[in-house]
């Protein structure tokens, strides 16, 4: 049953950018965390503890032939400046649980270059059905979780702000926790996340695009 939100004080649309490689699987089955890709395909004890707890700074194929992104911009020593209440290891597992979606294009296209020569595809997605169904699941975040380089801005478990705590109160709980100034109301979110898994993202698609190697989202 899905419940009515007010999401104005939010984008209407969100992007996803994945592999060209996994997009049959993201039409067929939806799209899910790391940990959840684990799951599905049968990856347990060390084998999984190295791709979900530990830096990847290369990108891998699971025997499913599905690609799981590197982190090259996050290496642990990078981490442990910033970190606040956690350890790295924490810190990637907590990355690993949840699906993300930029509501910036200019961010998205950041991670297009990021990705090199390989082939992606960007999901446009209507944001208000994604919460609609997902609300409950999902969070906000005011940085870009993903990369610790340069002068990082402080992170931990706050740093992923419930989306019913967002509309509420903005950032405050995020501050009260890491003990930082509040940023303001008005500061937007950099990342929607959705915890463990979305099998239905296709209901929620409004469109998708093809990008060729080095090729770029336009506005």
Known sequence: MEQCHNHMNIRPLVYHLAEAGNWPSIQRD???????LLERAGISGSNRAVIEREHRPKRTILSNGLVIRDQKPMPPAALER?????????????????????????????QRRACGEFPQVVLKIATDRLLNRYAAQAAV???????????????GAATFVPYSVWTDTAWLSEAQALRTRPRPPRHPPVELTIADSVPDMMDFVVSVKNLAPGELLSQ
């Open 141 to 155: 975040t005011p940085i870009n979780t993903g990369n610790a380089r340069r002068r990082p801005a402080l992170r």
């Open 30 to 36: 939806g799209l899910f965390s790391i940990c959840a």
């Open 82 to 110: 910033c970190l606040v209440g956690l350890t790295s290891t924490q810190w990637y597992h907590l990355l690993n649980s949840k699906v993300f979606f930029w509501l910036d294009i200019e961010r998205l296209n950041r």
